[in-house]
């Protein structure tokens, strides 16, 4: 149960560092915050630097399809540097939810996946599941699209489909979609992103380092990917990647609010001393730090276990996905609390991560969602 | 057999052989223990010479499991935590080569207990402010002063003593570290009674106690140095002592309970026990994690965030234990005033509720704690200090 090895190794300390290099060059909190005042709030740029350059989007695809063939240890850990830095590129839903949903439709014999796997292995191609960011794994399956039929003059094996998503994470940069849709059975199907009738309405969104869109699909032309069982588990195990990794990011969070509060109360003086000696900051402080040591072997865990195939898997989930985004949201608010006045302007980068650490702990299944799931893993059972 | 131990294999070999030289169901216990500190067996990140190997920490286990697996006798470790969780450590690293051909054999083998004299009515957290004096006679010290909240001093015969040998310098300044021989004129021992109702812990009273010279341990005036190496491996041991299955701490009462009374349940205290289960569960692979640390050879500041955890989780966990309980939460097994005897957590939920709460007190409290990891580990500015720089016969008191 916990032979995990909960450390991290040497690679996944080196691609860490790189990115840390890569991201506080290209992703400063002046960059970022000053991307989410324009129209294109995704760094396509920095995007294509780390799918491409470092190789991040091919990091879970096995060597034969032309990925890196690294597992989720290294993943959570490039996934502690995005969240460190909000930085506002698609690698959730393309290098971790859209890559699980499809390893796992190869894995049920589906070439279609495959193919499409290689063309995002060397970041050809940006991919986005089309499920509401608050989908959890083994929740209430999502199910506002419906198959359509076809159209006269569709080939064979296109499908048309119709219906709206809300509050989609990552779509807005992606070249192809990833849509779940109910039919007899349920399948899911893939989507050009040029498709007719696919459109994409950008979300005012309370986190805009990753802002959500509408997707609406009308008669829009499909390719099955999977079907039946093997479409319910494709998708589940993208959304179980997706609060896995979102844990990872929310742990970076967490532990860069405290490293830049921790910094500031050392800086900051009022009363003739820095308010960093006062022991109602230290002890918040010491507080967080001790928080964000329990999350990290959480999700350390997590991470292993997917990564491995342990069957604790569902419960090491549930524990990395609730103790890290309670972990990255009291990071989070005790940074602006402990930045004072300047932690509430919209000039100091506080509240990105405000706004990105309490999106996050929503995303994939909330924090209570994911212990409720623990009373039947564990044999605690609701009254 | 080779001179040399360097990796995992070796080791075990070397266990081995012993093993095949010794039959441990026909070895007299007495004989094959003292033959295992003889081999460096006992205890491997011990010198060479003092029952160890001078190997890294993590290959313990490797000698722990083969012997274990050989049916070798039991050492029963528990019963000398403190001379084994700090008394050790701290010989090795500032013992005499005497003190330590003295100390750590009978205090491996436990037939010598340690307990720990350093807290006193007058100073608790503050600990450096002590005021046991220990006063140069000849060859020796006379110590006089009363030291409290020590455990296991009424079966000791060593106490690790911390005591002020110079009171014109500042505080940290004046202190001597010392073993004391608690079998020596002028130490008498006195049951402390807590509220649990059991006395677990001893007020220890010295008068004019006279300490040899040869059992004063690091230099005069460094106690406080001395001390850090006993206060450190004190939080790791109350932090996490081992490699704890799932459920084995606090939230395993709580669980069974649970799953034992279907008629107790209700949502409320259903949200409480999911979110206990998956701390407790969380702060174990913390504690997991802190090992796996310790055997790569980097140990780190994570001791002081699981002895956080664990007692605040102990608290609420054993709370939550009272009002599962309902009405039999409401009884208690019995008040009569007795020595602790171990393992008093399977007594019930009144005796784990009341116990708990000395958990963020023993071993430095938890806001002591917080201190500790905002200053040396954050790195935070220490709190201005009125004892700073002032000799201790001036501070104010």
């Known amino acids: 149960m916990t032979a995990a090895d909960l450390l991290y190794s040497d690679t996944e300390r080196e691609l860490a560092a790189a990115l840390a290099d890569l991201l506080a060059e290209r992703a400063a909190p002046d960059d970022v915050l000053a991307r989410t005042e324009k129209t294109e709030t995704y760094d396509t740029e920095l995007w294509r630097a780390v799918a491409a350059d470092i190789g991040l989007a091919g990091l879970l695809i096995p060597e034969p399809l032309g990925g890196a063939g690294a597992s989720y240890r290294e993943l959570a850990a490039a996934a502690e540097q995005f969240g460190a830095s909000v930085a506002p590129i698609p690698y959730l839903g393309s290098a971790a939810v859209a890559t699980a949903a499809l390893l796992s439709a190869v894995k049920a014999g589906s070439p279609a996946a495959a193919d499409l796997l290689r063309r995002m292995a060397d970041a050809t191609v940006t991919v986005a599941l089309a499920v509401e960011f608050p989908a959890r794994t083994g929740g209430r399956r999502p199910a506002a699209v419906r198959v359509a039929g076809t159209q006269p003059g569709d080939g064979a094996g296109i499908t048309r489909l119709r219906g709206t998503v809300k509050s989609v994470a990552d779509a807005l940069p992606a070249e192809v979609l990833l849509v779940p849709a109910e039919g007899v059975p349920y399948c899911l199907y893939l989507v050009e992103g040029t498709a007719p009738g696919l459109h994409r309405t950008p979300l005012v969104s309370l986190d805009m380092t990753r802002q959500l869109c509408e997707v609406s699909l009308d008669g829009t032309p499909a390719r099955q990917l999977a079907i039946g069982d093997a479409a319910a588990e494709a998708v589940d195990a993208g959304l179980t990647a997706g609060a896995v990794v979102i844990a990872a990011e929310q ?71 609730s103790a890290c985004c309670d972990a990255a949201v009291t990071a989070a608010q005790e940074c602006v609390q402990l930045h004072g006045g300047i932690g509430f302007t919209w000039e100091h980068p506080a509240h990105l991560y405000l706004k990105r650490a309490k999106v996050s702990s929503i ?21 | 057999m080779s001179d040399t131990v360097s990796t995992e294999a070796e080791l075990r070999e ?25 081999a460096g067996l006992a205890v491997v990140h011990y010198p060479v010479g003092h029952g160890g190997l001078g190997l890294r920490r993590s290959l313990q286990a490797v000698v722990t499991g083969e012997f274990a697996k050989a049916g070798a006798p039991e050492l029963g470790p528990f019963r000398n935590v403190i001379g084994l969780g700090m008394a050790a450590p701290t010989i090795i690293a500032f013992g005499t080569e005497e003190q330590k051909s003295r100390w750590l054999r009978p205090l491996w083998l436990a037939e ?30 006379v110590v006089t002063g009363q030291k409290v909240w020590t455990s296991l001093a009424h079966q000791a015969r060593w106490g690790l003593l911390l005591a002020r040998t110079d009171p014109d310098v500042p505080k940290h300044a004046g ?30 009273f010295l008068t004019e106690v006279r300490i040899p010279d040869t059992d004063r341990i690091g230099e005069v005036g ?19 002592a081992r490699s704890a299955p799932r459920e ?11 799953r034992r009374h279907p008629e107790r349940r209700t949502p409320g205290l259903h949200q409480r026990l999911l979110q206990l289960w998956a701390d407790a569960e969380v702060a174990r692979l913390a504690g997991e994690r802190l090992r796996q640390q310790i055997a790569a050879g980097e140990p780190g500041p994570e001791g002081s965030a699981a002895k956080l955890t664990y007692a605040r989780l102990n608290q609420e966990i054993s709370a939550f234990e009272v009002e599962l309980a309902g009405a039999d939460g409401l009884l208690y097994d019995d008040w009569t005033m007795r020595r602790a005897t171990g393992g008093g957590y399977a007594r019930g939920t009144g005796f784990r509720y009341l116990r708990s709460r000395g958990n963020s007190i023993e071993g430095g409290t938890s806001e ?23 000799p201790w016969k001036d501070v104010p008191r």
């Open chain 2, 14 to 38: 070397r266990v081995l052989e012993f093993l095949d030289q010794r039959d441990p169901a026909t070895t007299p216990r007495g004989d094959f223990l003292n033959a295992r500190f003889d």
């Open chain 1, 251 to 321: 742990l970076g969070l967490a532990q860069r609010c405290l490293d830049m509060t921790v910094a500031y109360v050392k800086e900051r003086r009022q009363f003739a001393r820095p308010v960093g000696s006062f022991q109602a900051l230290k002890h918040r402080l010491a507080d967080l730090w001790t928080t964000i040591t329990m999350a990290r072997a959480a999700s350390r865990y997590a991470a292993s276990c997917l990564a491995s195939g342990d069957p604790d898997a569902p419960v090491a989930v549930a524990l990395a996905k």
């Open chain 2, 222 to 240: 460094a106690g406080w140095r001395v001390a850090q190496t006993t206060l450190m491996n004190e939080r790791v041991s109350i932090g996490n």
């Open chain 2, 175 to 204: 202190l001597t570290y010392f073993g004391c021989d608690m079998t020596a004129p002028g130490v008498e021992v006195r049951p402390l009674r807590q509220l649990t109702g059991e006395a677990e812990f001893n007020e220890v």
């Open chain 2, 248 to 258: 084995e701490s606090a939230i395993g009462f709580a669980a069974a309970a649970w």
């Open chain 2, 112 to 141: 010598e207990i340690w307990c720990q004299l350093f807290s006193e009515p007058g100073a608790g957290s503050d600990l450096a402010g002590l005021g046991t004096r220990a006063v140069r006679d000849g060859d020796g010290w």
């Open chain 1, 363 to 383: 995303a994939f299944g909330t924090p209570g969602e994911h212990r409720a799931a623990l009373a039947n893993l564990v044999n605690l059972p609701a009254p």
């Open chain 2, 368 to 390: 002591i704690l917080r201190n500790i990891i905002a200053e040396r580990v954050l790195g935070l500015p220490a709190e201005p200090r009125a004892d700073k720089d002032v």
